[in-house]
């Protein structure tokens, strides 16, 4: 039959089991007893082991720069000494209940790091004080790893902050500069186009009046060949101009309201010059979110390569639109010549044609204003 044995039975193994450095010391500051780890840690440090009956403030102030390697300060290790000092006297006067500082205890081998911790206690009438020092090096090394890695953290991420936002102020920059360019590009383009103009219709005037009033007279017939030449290509130049002054100005930013495309459409229609046998076909067409003017112009160039470029069959042109989530589709097909699929996207680009310089031929820019208008209005093509 097991009896219970009293707590007391076991006080003193306990106290020499604790892994912790302990010292009891009495009211005037005497160690009246330590326990076996206190003993082996003062011996492992050049100590006799035997404090007991040793002043324990004359131990912190003996403790003053004789611990630390040759990089740490004794001003360190004496500053440690006296603040467990003034903790010890702050507990046994009542001021707090207590006291607990960490500190590092390096010897010129190994990085140690300790708890000292100081409480009070009474026995037999008498004030007493239990000094703990704990050893925490393994916890307190892996916290300065984190704080390490942390602060190496903050240092990258501040190099990094840095380098974006000196990224940032150069791209503001260089789009800064490319706004500028592109507003410049569009004025020089609108000042030459309109300059180019004038001295067109002065070269296409005169040579009609050379055609008209020397016609048959004064001139042979390679003469009269050479100014209709002459008249064509002014003819050509002028719209050419006209062409590369309208894709000029679908790169500014123009207002947009709810465009109805089947009635653009219906109006595109009715002003192109269709043949007896042409048939169209337009489905209902939803109504978009974009600028009537161009829109006009986006209907009106790809109906009218329908017409430039038909076959021999009678011209059928069909135009549709499918909504998908928040995108409409629009579909334009005609049975003309078509398009052959390694040239599908060169024909896009500016001034590339697939065909000569025929009369219905053009400049190879209104599929180049097509994409410019469908972009500009965040689509594609």
């Known amino acids: ?19 912790a450095h302990i010292a009891i ?16 840690f003062a011996r492992s440090n050049g100590g006799t082991g035997n404090d007991v009956g040793i002043n324990y403030l004359s131990i912190c102030d003996g403790a003053q720069g004789q611990n630390g390697t040759a990089e740490d300060s004794p001003a360190e290790y ?22 607990e500082l960490e500190y590092p205890c390096h010897t010129l081998t ?9 409480t009070r206690f009474t026995q037999d009438g008498g004030q007493y004080a239990l000094v703990a020092h704990e050893n925490i090096t393994r916890r307190k090394l892996a916290e300065l790893e984190v704080t390490a890695l ?10 990094r902050t840095t380098a974006l936002e000196a990224s940032e102020a150069v791209l503001q920059h260089l789009n800064g500069e490319l706004v500028d360019r592109n507003e410049e590009l569009s004025q020089f383009v609108y000042v030459a186009s309109h300059d180019l103009q004038e001295p067109l219709r002065t ?6 009046i050379l055609r008209q009033r020397y016609r048959g007279k004064q001139l042979d017939d390679r003469a009269d060949s050479y100014l209709g030449h002459i008249t064509e290509q002014v003819g050509r130049a002028r719209q050419l101009v006209r062409d590369v002054l309208a894709l000029s100005t679908i790169s500014e930013e123009v207002p947009r309201e709810a465009a109805d495309l089947g009635e653009l459409c219906q109006g595109v229609l009715a002003e192109l010059p269709w043949h007896p046998d042409a048939e169209w076909h337009v489905s209902d067409l939803p109504p978009v979110w974009a600028n009537p003017p161009q829109m006009r112009q986006l209907l009106g160039n790809l109906l009218g390569n329908a017409l430039k470029f038909r076959s021999d069959s009678p011209l ?6 499918r909504a998908d989530d928040d995108i409409t589709q629009f579909t334009l097909r005609d049975n003309g010549i078509g398009v052959a699929p390694e040239y599908a996207e060169k024909v896009f680009g500016m001034f590339q044609r697939l065909h000569g310089r025929t ?11 097509c994409r410019r208008i469908v972009e500009r209005h965040g689509g594609r093509i």
């Open 78 to 99: 004496d500053t440690d000494a006296r603040a467990i000092a003034a903790g010890i006297r702050a507990v046994m006067n009542g001021e707090q209940q207590v006291y």
């Open 316 to 321: 059928c042109v069909e135009l549709s639109a």
């Open 359 to 369: 009369p219905t031929g053009g400049n190879g820019i209104g599929l180049a204003v």
């Open 110 to 118: 190994e990085q140690r790091y300790y708890v000292a911790r100081v």
């Open 1 to 19: 039959m097991l009896t219970a044995s009293p707590p007391e039975r076991f006080a003193v193994a306990a106290f020499d089991a604790l892994l």
């Open 203 to 208: 070269l296409g005037a005169y040579a009609d």
């Open 150 to 159: 942390n602060a190496s953290l903050e240092r990258r991420v501040q190099q």
């Open 25 to 40: 010391i009495d009211a005037d500051w005497i160690i009246v007893a330590v326990n076996h780890a206190r003993t082996a």
